[in-house]
């Protein structure tokens, strides 16, 4: 058994829960406040204990395991969670114990390693007369002697064994030198080399202020590459790190904001500048994980990267990040149709700072303070933003584009919390595209209609007939019957076992190929639906391998699967072995059969839930509870709508694949 699976095993859900919520006993189920949402008046929070899950029927609409609970209810990351739970569970996590405390221990002597290397870089640095020209360089740029001290800036001699044979000397062996990433190993002659060589260096420090690499800037005229970073290691991963939170974290809390720019000198500039709150990212977008790591600090961001075209490219790309992975809100309203659905408001508040073309934060800081906090007072709200990149892409003078524009920029525009601001915005793109308002909104509502309304009833039923016997590969069909039978004895809302595999072998697929997160979400959005999000998967951990492949990815890494394996927590590696394992025997299928199973477990477990909610206004209606019979009449017609909408794009989906694809079987 798992860690996870005997921490699941030996503690009860309704314990945990109880700690923070009064919960009473309805049938197999408990219900009681939700501790996530405004919930006073009917109770909208169910556990579950027989299978040890909850679910919130009100407007957080969230679930999961008690792993979920956990993180959600503390704030904690997953691993916190696992280690909180384990030790209440009595769980020592011990089958990884030497192995851990192995590599806890490689991690603090790796670190020792490390920051004695920043000091030798440093004392270099000061003292050689061989850093004449980096002494310069930095000069140049006009660094102060306390800003050098306070980022510990060093040099690299150039030198092919200058830092090996000095830490060797000190007792380090080769291979604590390669794995810290300070020599690189030639291979093919057998030989090891330092990694830097005639660079500036600059230390780069983790959250908690270790030492866990370095960025190195060439000093050579067209040195190639012009910043070398540490390669990868346990300690230093570059999605995972902001330069300079370590020491911005304080007063990016303090002024509310934090700012985001591209390189390590224009956080160090800032910093030197007077503007603390400034931090950089590590590639050429914010990763999730980067995310997750600011939102400690605020939920106020200015991205301020430079005008290029990448600079560009990265600002829209961190853009999308962002809006995967910030917190939501949710409300339920009725748009002008009569349709109930609920809106999730991205709960935060992103700003881009517009860096004028040619020239970086380091440069505007070093000629002129206050025209950096000009910008930064002036950085665009998204919608302005992304409108007038994409206008400057597509002109609107072909109105195709208009339309075109319109639709990527709504749903930002939905994204919105404030109605008033909303509002603005809805006028904003109106003038900017030199379009009616409400032809902007139909078009709104179109978009919704035409992914509802694209098979007519009568055509989708004709097309559900002539679909059987089902495709080759497709899932078998759900068998409504088993739903039924079990209702009437109060129905747990969690997932079949087929189900939890099916999503299980999405994950083993993406794991191993990076291409079918994208070309699954192509096809899910093909259809009106949306992509893939981490609530898709039944299990925490299947959700955090989940969020972790689709970072590597979508940030443009090529994982090869190896290291994947070897970049990942144990407990995580342990799963994604069950997985590989348990698919190995199944034949690779097409990408768009798992965009099928997708809406075929996304089905089961609206459907699941209907049955649930069903039941509970049943319960609602005897009891004369009017309050929650409103709200749940709501829910269930939503997720009536909701389940039409996932049916008809399933049997699109089957039958387009049906015609496309035919030739091939
Ligand atoms: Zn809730």
């Given at each position: 058994m798992s860690s996870v699976d005997e921490i699941k095993a030996r503690l009860d859900i309704l314990d945990i829960v109880s700690e923070d919520v009064q919960l009473k006993k309805s049938g197999r189920t408990y219900m009681g406040f939700c501790p996530f949402h405004n919930n006073t008046r009917s109770p909208a929070f169910a556990v579950y204990p027989e299978t040890g899950t909850w679910k919130c029927f009100g407007a957080c609409a969230d679930g999961g395991d008690i792993f979920s609970y956990v993180m959600k209810k503390n704030g904690l990351d997953f691993k916190e969670a696992l280690t909180l739970l384990a030790a209440k569970a009595g769980v020592t996590l011990e089958q990884y114990t030497p192995e851990q405390k192995k590599r806890k221990s490689i991690e603090e002597q790796q670190i020792e390693l490390l920051e004695s290397a920043a000091d030798y870089f440093h004392q270099l640095y000061l003292h050689a007369p061989q850093a004449k020209h980096a002494r310069d360089y930095i000069q140049g740029r006009e660094f102060t002697d306390q800003t050098v001290a306070t980022y510990k800036i060093g040099f690299a001699l150039n030198s092919w064994d200058a830092l090996r044979s000095n830490f060797m000397g000190q007792g380090y062996s080769e291979q604590d030198l390669i794995d810290a990433g300070l020599l690189t190993e030639n291979q093919d002659k057998g030989t090891t080399y330092d990694r830097f060589r005639n660079r500036v260096i600059i230390p780069i420090r983790d959250v908690a202020g270790r030492t866990v690499g370095f960025g190195a800037r060439t000093l050579e005229k067209d040195g190639i590459p012009k910043y070398l970073n540490s390669p990868q290691t346990g300690l230093f991963d570059k999605s995972r790190i902001l330069f300079g939170l370590d020491s911005s974290k304080r007063f990016i809390r303090e002024a509310r904001q934090a700012v985001i720019v591209e390189g390590y000198m224009d956080v160090i500039m800032a910093w030197q500048g007077g503007f603390r709150n400034v931090v950089a990212q590590m590639g050429t977008a914010l990763t999730r994980d980067q995310l997750q790591l600011l939102k400690k600090q605020t939920k106020r961001f200015v991205i301020a990267l430079d005008a290029d075209a990448a600079g560009v490219n990265a600002t829209m790309r961190s853009l999308t990040v962002a809006r995967e992975t910030l917190d939501r809100d949710s409300e339920i309203r009725f748009d002008p149709s009569g349709l109930v659905r609920e809106e999730s408001r991205l709960n935060a508040d992103i700003r881009i700072a517009s860096i004028p073309e040619g020239e970086d934060p380091d440069s505007i800081i070093r000629n002129d303070p206050a025209e950096w906090a000009k910008l930064i007072g002036g950085a665009?709200?998204?919608?302005?933003?992304?409108?007038?990149?994409?206008?400057?892409?597509?002109?609107?003078?072909?109105?195709?584009?208009?339309?075109?524009?319109?639709?990527?920029?709504?749903?930002?525009?939905?994204?919105?919390?404030?109605?008033?601001?909303?509002?603005?915005?809805?006028?904003?793109?109106?003038?900017?595209?030199?379009?009616?308002?409400?032809?902007?909104?139909?078009?709104?509502?179109?978009?919704?209609?035409?992914?509802?309304?694209?098979?007519?009833?009568?055509?989708?039923?004709?097309?559900?007939?002539?679909?059987?016997?089902?495709?080759?590969?497709?899932?078998?069909?759900?068998?409504?019957?088993?739903?039924?039978?079990?209702?009437?004895?109060?129905?747990?809302?969690?997932?079949?076992?087929?189900?939890?595999?099916?999503?299980?072998?999405?994950?083993?697929?993406?794991?191993?190929?990076?291409?079918?997160?994208?070309?699954?979400?192509?096809?899910?959005?093909?259809?009106?639906?949306?992509?893939?999000?981490?609530?898709?998967?039944s299990l925490q951990i299947d959700r955090e391998l989940f969020l972790l492949i689709n970072d590597k990815q979508s940030a443009g890494e090529v994982v090869p699967s190896g290291d994947m394996w070897d970049s990942l927590d144990d407990i995580l590696s342990e799963r994604l072995k069950e997985i590989g394992q348990s698919i190995s025997a199944i034949d690779k299928k097409p990408s768009r059969n798992l965009a099928l199973s997708v809406l075929q477990w996304r089905l089961e477990k609206k459907k699941l839930l209907n049955t649930e909610l069903q039941q509970m206004l049943r319960t609602a209606r005897s009891n004369g509870e009017s309050e929650s019979l409103e709200q749940l009449a709501q829910q269930v017609e939503r997720l009536t709508v909701e389940i039409k909408q996932i049916d008809r794009a399933k049997m699109g989906l089957s039958s387009r694949s049906k015609h496309r694809y035919a030739h091939k079987w």
């Open positions: 665009k709200p998204v919608v302005e933003y992304v409108t007038s990149v994409l206008i400057e892409q597509q002109p609107i003078d072909d109105p195709k584009n208009k339309s075109e524009i319109a639709q990527q920029v709504i749903p930002m525009i939905l994204d919105i919390n404030d109605p008033l601001e909303r509002d603005h915005y809805w006028q904003f793109l109106a003038r900017t595209l030199q379009v009616d308002e409400r032809s902007l909104k139909q078009l709104n509502i179109k978009q919704r209609r035409k992914n509802n309304n694209q098979r007519p009833v009568v055509q989708g039923k004709k097309t559900a007939q002539r679909q059987q016997p089902p495709e080759p590969g497709a899932p078998p069909p759900i068998d409504d019957s088993n739903y039924s039978a079990k209702s009437s004895m109060g129905m747990m809302p969690d997932p079949t076992r087929r189900t939890k595999r099916k999503e299980a072998e999405l994950i083993g697929r993406a794991a191993h190929n990076p291409g079918v997160i994208r070309q699954v979400n192509k096809i899910l959005s093909d259809t009106g639906q949306p992509i893939l999000h981490a609530q898709d998967f």
